[in-house]
């Protein structure tokens, strides 16, 4: 038995990870802003708060700690720096350290903008760049969990969706509701993703914990597309309408942080591990 503490549990991972059919060992969830309501265990935790990170974790005594609470929003990241540095670097550093001091290892989710335009496709193998603020401060947050004792986990996602439910907020369910409303969607064609299905993410990190796996492990589709291409392909899924979703480039969303056209993993590497990640595209 397997005991689990989890940061960040009303986020859009932790929600799940909480629900999750092979959590079903000792859980305890932390929150930050938004209590969450589940079977298990929840705790108030700030994770810049490293007195309160030693306390938490102390108490629960956990064998595995998912760090999932993180800053996630690139646009608030590249406003707010100090935001993006104390929690998704040091805070990090802190539950690293309190891990460490009961032995617990930590996997930690982690982003595709930890690299740059440099290549069309990035392996685990390959050199980070980031190229904006919060891609620079979950590398950060890497670095300190690769020098982990007990070794720790990087598992990377790229734009995680849902592509069959609608429950959500992340960007899938965004899209799905939109044109179920029959409104129409105006998606970016000028960016390439391998998108992160939300069930493999879970999924996939409940294999990595079973198997004990350490290093660093990248989590998408196989299948490189564009959020417009996404959008067509979740209306046709859902026998929506695909004439609603409209092609737009990048620089029509007045983003400030710098973005590369190509935002996407390669995950040969689970592959090789024995856990196949899902397709997308019906068609
Ligand atoms: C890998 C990476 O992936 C994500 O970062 P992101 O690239 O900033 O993309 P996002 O989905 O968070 O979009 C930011 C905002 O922008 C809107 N949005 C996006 N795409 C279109 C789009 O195509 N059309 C419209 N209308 N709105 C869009 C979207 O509704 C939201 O309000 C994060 O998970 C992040 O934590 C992470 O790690």
């Known amino acids: 038995m397997t005991s689990l503490l989890v940061t960040g ?25 938004t209590p969450v309501e589940a079977d298990h265990e929840t705790v108030h ?44 670097a040091l805070g990090t550093k802190h539950v690293v350290d309190a891990a460490a001091a009961v032995g617990a290892r930590v996997v930690y989710p982690s982003t595709a903008y930890v690299f740059g335009d440099d290549a069309p ?3 685990e193998d390959d050199e980070p760049a980031p190229m904006n603020r919060y891609g620079r401060s979950k590398l950060d947050g890497e670095r300190y969990v690769e020098s982990a004792s007990p070794a720790g986990t990087i598992v990377r996602f790229c734009v995680v969706v849902s592509i069959d439910r609608a429950d959500r907020s992340d960007f899938g369910s965004w899209v799905r509701g939109q044109l179920e409303a029959g409104e129409r969607v105006r998606l ?46 979740i209306a046709h899924r859902h026998g929506l309408d695909p004439e609603l979703v409209e092609p737009i480039p990048m620089t029509e969303m007045g983003w400030e942080a710098p973005r590369p056209r190509h935002l996407c993993l390669g995950s040969e590497k689970l592959r090789r591990y024995g856990y196949e990640t899902a397709r997308i595209r019906t068609e």
């Open 9 to 33: 549990a009303s986020g859009l991972l932790g929600r799940y990870l909480l629900d999750a059919e092979w959590s079903d060992d000792r859980v305890v969830g932390t929150y930050h802003t």
């Open 45 to 88: 935790l700030d994770v810049r708060d490293r007195e309160q990170v030693e306390r938490v974790v102390e108490r629960v005594d956990p064998d595995v700690v998912v760090h999932s609470a993180a800053a996630t929003s690139v646009e608030a990241c590249e406003e707010k720096p100090e935001l993006a540095h104390e929690t998704n």
């Open 121 to 123: 496709v990035h392996i």
């Open 188 to 233: 970016i064609d000028d960016q390439q993703i391998t998108p992160t299905v939300l069930t493999d993410a879970v999924d996939a990190l409940g294999y990595l914990i079973e198997h004990e796996e350490t290093g660093v492990f990248h989590v998408t589709s196989p299948e490189r597309m564009t959020r417009y291409e996404l959008g067509r392909e």
